[in-house]
């Protein structure tokens, strides 16, 4: 995303928290651990500190949901008024069962800045690879504010980079947490050897559970038709890029859930989630069968064909 906006002329900061990573974004112009190929342009500034973050007029948080809270604390006292800030992240905080946009406005109002900035969410299908190969991607941002959110619309608009906005951000940053704990059981029944029958199964049934948890919490039902809703699910259960169907995958091949992520080199943010999101919907006392299955498989070592036949084993009912 950074390297789309610069390529649209705006001066632009990419921090990350290993300088080692920083050095070698500089000396090669390329991210060539984790998006080989694509040379950044030469407004595109790789930096240690958040020392230039006074000067910036939109912010946007790509930190794992577990290091959401940390980092963001530490930007705020930086932060000028006005600043236009946007997760893009696709999770949930286990301790607080807080969205990142929750998170935000928590830490925002414990510093005393909570009326002086936007809080929004940037969400949809878009693998970051496609992306950055100028592959013709729709997304949506969603703010309370409907002007701030249209001035982010315009800020990552591009020819083959389309942005819609919604007010729904809950429900957004709820089908975003969601879809991920849905691809980790659309992999892994691809694993076991289940067929398309069984995929459309899970990706139907779990927009259902996605729907009523964000309903619960207040969400628009409308959304969850949506890019950020049904697309990114689809997205996400049935790409092959897919971190987190990946990590099913290998559970579903037999792998144990530490020798799946030992295998990964980048987070699969869904095993995290999967336990945030269990909690969550125990909580607002939402029932989500799929999401208690995979939560089981992760977490209580239950066998991948044992969930599968608890799920279909289950008292029959309407749609």
Known sequence: MADKVADKGEQVLLWSHRAEHV???????????YLPGATLPSNLQAVKTFDDLPSCQCVVMVVPSHGFREVFRQLVPRLQDGTHLVSAVKGIEIETRETMCEVMQEELARQNRADTMFTGVLSGPSFADEVATGQPTAVTVGFSDRKAAKTVQHLFSTSFFRVYTSSDTIGLEISAAMKNVIAIAAGISDGLGYGLNTRAALITRGLAEITRLGIALGADPLTFSGLGGMGDLVLTCTGSLSRNRTVGLKLGEGRTLQQALAEMTMVAEGVR??????????????????????????????????AVQDLFGRSLKEE
């Open 23 to 33: 050095d070698a974004l500089r000396r090669d112009r390329e991210n060539r651990k």
């Open 273 to 306: 989630t999967t336990k945030s999101c269990y909690n969550l919907a125990a909580t607002v006392g939402v029932e989500m069968p799929i999401l208690e299955q995979t939560y089981q498989i992760l977490y209580e070592d239950k066998p991948c064909r044992a």
